[in-house]
């Protein structure tokens, strides 16, 4: 029995990945709920990288996909029931709220350390073998929903979860203070939203790294104080010579000091490609901090010498932890992130495949750079 037991659920679509480039529409059972947890009408779900390398290739990184699954894990929805034992004054039947799509142990050392985002018996949406979000209902504990503000439509609810990644790496690992000066590999949705979040907090200077330069130009009038295009590699140049070499060519051309006030305090790579972790290693100053947030090669050669000498912190950040969400969702209430200029395409949930299609080939028929698909619920 559940606290609201008069409701009566219809059918479950769903988005199936069956394997690579192999997507097909099926029903899944309704949620059953436990007393802690709430059923979703999910509204929204955006498009991550991550869904597309599972789409692309039926793996990410050491992780493959083995069975049919669920994709999609940026979410928004309508609470449409909830369980007996969550409180009322958290809570109702009607709340939009923006889903935090992974379920933990909440006992394990990491978990009470608050660390959670690492726990071992992580069960994510849309990671094998777990059914995701590209479906009409989705449960999760009460207080992994979090209800939007009156200001914040339940469409822009949907790109919590990738902003929650950005607030992850800049505020809670990489640790931004005010009038720093930060440097972001990247200018896809993640780069761009760690941009965001660093100028939203106060950041002196933020600097866009991409090869891009399209997206580099966007960036500029998005949330970048500066952009560098980064020199090609001459033919036989080492590439651990030529990161160096671009990184020095950083400085002097933003006129960006190598120590003391004004230089680089922070960087985050959300690119995961080897050279830019090098460059961004060579250009952070002494004692700064060094975030990795992109996936790229599992093994990368890095300068060691140079982080050991300089006392360079080197850091994961890994989706996002406690306060994050609630970071993300004041942000964009208060107007210090604004998320609009980056939702180039949405999508009914008919057209999953349409969405996942342009995603990949990144640009739409008329030419128009895509940053982010969102695809509505079922209908």
């Not at 479906?135 to 200001?151: E, I």
């Not at 914040?152 to 790496?169: C, D, F, I, K, N």
């Not at 969400?325 to 999508?347: E, M, N, Q, W």
Request: proline residues 7%; glycine residues 10%; charged residues 20%.
């Amino acid at each position: 029995m559940t606290a609201s037991a008069s409701f009566t659920p219809r059918d479950n679509p769903a988005f199936i990945l069956h394997g690579k480039l192999q997507t097909s529409y099926e029903q899944l059972p309704v949620p059953e709920l436990g007393p802690d947890e709430v059923l979703v009408e999910v509204k929204h779900t955006g498009i991550c990288g991550s869904d597309v390398h599972f789409y692309n290739s039926g793996k990410l990184g050491l992780v493959s996909c083995s069975s049919a699954m669920c994709l999609g894990h940026e979410s928004a929805g309508d609470v449409v029931q909830l369980g007996a034992a969550v409180p009322a004054a958290q809570l109702r039947v009607g709340d939009r709220v923006a889903l935090e799509p992974g379920t933990t142990c909440r006992m394990c050392d990491d978990c009470r350390r608050g660390q959670y985002q690492i726990c071992e018996h992580m069960a994510f949406a849309a990671y094998p073998p777990h059914h995701g979000t590209l479906c009409r209902y989705y449960k999760l504990p009460w207080d992994l929903v979090y209800r939007l503000p009156d200001s914040v439509p339940t469409l822009y609810g949907a790109m919590m979860e990738p902003l929650s990644v950005a607030v992850h790496s800049v505020a809670n690992v990489g640790k931004l203070r005010t009038n720093q000066t930060v440097l972001v590999f990247g200018a896809g949705p993640v780069g761009l939203l760690c941009m965001a979040v660093a100028k939203g907090l106060g950041a002196a200077r933020v600097i866009g790294v991409d090869i891009n330069e399209e997206r580099l130009a966007f960036a500029k009038g998005y949330a970048a104080t500066d952009v560098y295009i980064p020199p090609k590699q001459n033919d036989g140049e080492p590439r651990p010579d030529y990161s160096l070499r671009a990184a020095r060519d950083l400085l002097a051309a933003l006129k960006v000091p190598e120590r003391g006030h004004g230089a680089i305090d922070l960087v985050v790579d959300a690119t995961g490609a080897e050279t830019c972790i090098q460059i961004g290693l060579n250009a952070v100053r002494p004692g700064g901090t060094f975030v990795q947030t992109g996936f790229g090669s599992p093994d990368v050669t890095i300068p060691m010498f140079r982080t050991v000498t300089n006392e360079i912190v080197l850091k994961g950040s890994w989706r996002y932890g406690s306060g994050d969400y609630p970071l993300s969702i004041d942000l964009v209430a208060r107007g210090l992130v604004d998320l609009k200029p980056l939702l180039t395409h949405t999508f009914a949930f008919e057209d999953a495949l349409e969405a996942f299609e342009l995603t990949r080939a990144g640009k739409d028929k008329d030419g128009k750079p895509v940053i982010k698909c969102v695809i509505h619920g079922p209908e």
